[in-house]
């Protein structure tokens, strides 16, 4: 299963809200190639680490796609452009940010790719969207499950769930 994490705290020009820009991103996934076949429902977090900067909408979504793993990134990476993204600063604000979780059971380190992304196991607004999409994941470096891998999340994360989990 692959696994694409999506989040926005600042919203587009084209798509307002950052909630809105979330779906757009995902929608203009399958111009590239790129089937989501499930995803969770939105959260809202609280920046990590924390600081002033806007609260984040944030969600996962199971995809298909026949791109290998790192043209599968170049792509999430090309649709953030499209959408405005700068990378000026570390864990800065965002119109978008799409972050490829895992790839099968595959891990890989590769300059600039890393497989499963290497904080997805200490990020609640990843883990927790993450479990709805693919509750039975594991993680390919340490065996653990998810809900193993929940319980022993850093204390003081602030993940809510926006609304109903989609159909």
């Known amino acids: 299963m692959i696994l694409i994490g999506i989040g926005a705290n600042l919203p587009t020009v084209r798509y307002g809200p950052p909630r809105a820009g979330c779906e757009a991103a995902l929608a203009e996934l399958g111009a590239c190639g790129v089937r989501v076949i499930r995803r969770s429902r939105w959260y809202e977090s609280a920046p990590v680490p924390l600081s002033d900067q806007p609260w984040f909408v944030n ?57 499963p992304h290497p904080r997805l196991a200490s990020r609640a607004f990843v883990l927790l969207p993450m479990r709805e999409v693919a509750p039975l994941w594991r993680d390919p470096r340490s065996g653990r499950s998810l809900d193993e891998l929940i319980a022993d999340l850093p204390a003081g994360q602030v993940v809510r769930p926006l609304g109903e989990e989609p159909a």
């Open 59 to 115: 969600g996962v979504a199971a995809v298909e796609t026949a791109r290998a793993p790192r043209a599968l990134l170049e792509a999430l990476q090309a649709v953030e452009v499209r959408f405005g993204r700068v990378r000026a600063e570390a864990n800065g604000p965002r119109v978008i940010d799409l972050d490829l979780l895992a790839y099968d059971d595959r891990v890989i380190e590769e300059q600039g790719l890393s497989v």
